[in-house]
């Protein structure tokens, strides 16, 4: 425990090029792109010049390949002088966020399969989240503090909302999953609330040893949400081994802990870099997570689905800690202690991909260089103020054909859950996401 360990983004690109060298140079692989460095994503190319403004003797100035070097990342200031005092005008930091943006709309794919009936007044859909052949995890970075989570939605044929099913545990649950606003904190479910419902120790419910720096109980949580957000903790320590959601890193082991979705216990893995996937012996397209939702509807026919990926690159409750812990210090500068409110207020929700059910396979909101050679982020910033902001990928049928595998899936998840109109358990929904996969198969991406 002698190093201090913020992010591990350089490691995962590292083990991203030795498999390259070690499994597609050494195969002689040519369907395959070389892996990236880090400037092909952050430092976009934008177009040909010259980097000085005279030559020696008459020689002319020789063009070459000119970059972006404000190295765009995914965090930004919530400081208006960290720009203003640099002479930025709002039109400057509107091209700043609109790169941060196009550079987070690169990360994945996402794809919502059709609406499929599961029990009388109950209907289904299955959310895919891809790693978007990224040099690294998804997240990556501070992911316990960045936040990459889904809001899904469905609504029937005039437009009414059509909320989600009801669950064992949560007889009470929200209209939409993942439904907040930039300066609300996502309603994750408190372990002490949930185990009190049903009757058990903490520890045998989702995020059971955790205790978060904000929860909410049954009746006021999401069960349902889908959060990518991994947890800094104090470490496990004491004889009860529970852990407290903290602020700041310490030497202790164990100190970041992944998320699970309440729902059906999924944990919240990061997704792999797709160089690093192997699946029977293959390569695979691409890491993936998939996770099952419910909606109260009488005909998966009049339902669409819609899901989006959010992302903001800290949570509200982590700057309200931050706060607290930095006035609870005597010996900080006033210039280092922070405003809660007036950060929370400048927080950005981007909406990274909107996917729709039915919508013939994953959707890309920013197609990066890691997809087709010569693609720039910069381009996408200006397809934004256009208005076309999604490009929809092709994708493989399931291995039944888009009609068996269809009637399979009904099949298989009506037999699983049986006829009666009932709240589904935690089991239950894990049946329904498995047999939802099947039937739906998962989708490549072809990439002109």
């Known amino acids: 425990f002698d190093d201090l360990i913020l992010q591990t ?90 790169e941060r943006k196009a550079l987070l709309q ?131 320590l004491g004889d009860d081994g529970l852990a407290a959601e903290v602020v700041y890193q310490s030497f202790l082991p164990n100190v970041v802990q992944v998320r699970q979705r309440v729902a059906d216990g999924q944990l919240m893995a990061e997704l792999q870099s797709t160089r690093l ?31 989006t990926l959010r992302f903001r690159h800290l949570p509200p409750e982590f700057i309200e800690t931050l706060g607290a812990e930095l006035d609870a210090l005597t010996d900080v500068p006033d210039e280092a202690r922070i405003d809660p409110d007036e950060l929370i207020d400048r927080l950005a929700v981007t909406d990274v991909v909107t996917a729709f059910s039915g919508g013939g396979g994953p959707v890309l909101a920013c197609v990066g260089p890691q997809n087709r050679r010569g693609a720039t982020i910069l381009d996408c910033v200006e397809e934004e103020l256009e208005g076309d902001d999604r490009v929809v990928l092709a994708a493989g049928g399931a291995s039944l054909g888009p009609v068996g595998g269809l009637a399979m899936g009904v099949v298989a998840v009506v037999g699983v859950l049986g006829l009666a109109r009932r709240r589904l358990s935690r089991a239950e929904l894990l049946w329904t996401a498995a047999v939802l996969a099947g039937a739906f198969g998962a989708a490549s991406i072809v990439v002109g």
């Open 106 to 236: 690169t990360a994945v794919t996402l794809e919502v399969s059709d609406v499929v009936d599961i029990q009388p007044g109950i209907v289904g859909a299955l959310v895919t989240v891809r790693n978007n052949l990224l040099g690294h995890t998804f997240p990556t970075g501070f992911a316990f503090a960045r936040q990459f989570w889904l809001e899904v939605s469905a609504a029937d044929g005039s437009g009414d909302p059509v909320c989600l099913a009801p669950l064992d545990d949560f007889p009470a649950v929200p209209c939409a999953s993942g439904d907040v606003e930039h300066d609300q904190s996502l309603p994750q479910c408190d372990p002490v609330s949930h185990a009190a419902v049903r009757g058990v120790d903490r520890t045998e419910v989702p995020n059971g040893r955790i205790d978060f720096a904000r929860a909410f109980p049954v009746g006021e949580c999401d069960p349902y949400l889908t959060n990518f957000q991994k947890i800094l903790t104090d470490g496990t």
């Open 277 to 307: 996937v192997v699946r029977d012996g293959e390569l695979a397209e691409g890491d993936t997570a998939q996770f099952a939702y419910l909606f109260a509807a009488d005909r998966a026919a009049a339902v669409e689905v819609t899901a």
């Open 9 to 98: 983004t350089f490691d995962e690109w590292q083990d991203y090029v030795a498999f390259y060298e070690q499994r597609i140079r050494g195969d002689d692989r040519t369907d395959v792109t070389a892996p990236l460095g880090c400037v092909d994503c952050h430092m976009p190319a934008a177009g040909r010049g010259g980097v000085v403004d005279y030559a020696p003797g008459l020689l002319p100035v020789p063009g070459r390949e000119l970059r972006s070097h404000s190295f765009i990342g995914v965090d930004y200031d919530l400081d208006p002088a960290a720009y203003t005092e640099k002479g930025l005008g709002d039109e400057a930091v509107a091209a700043v966020l609109g």
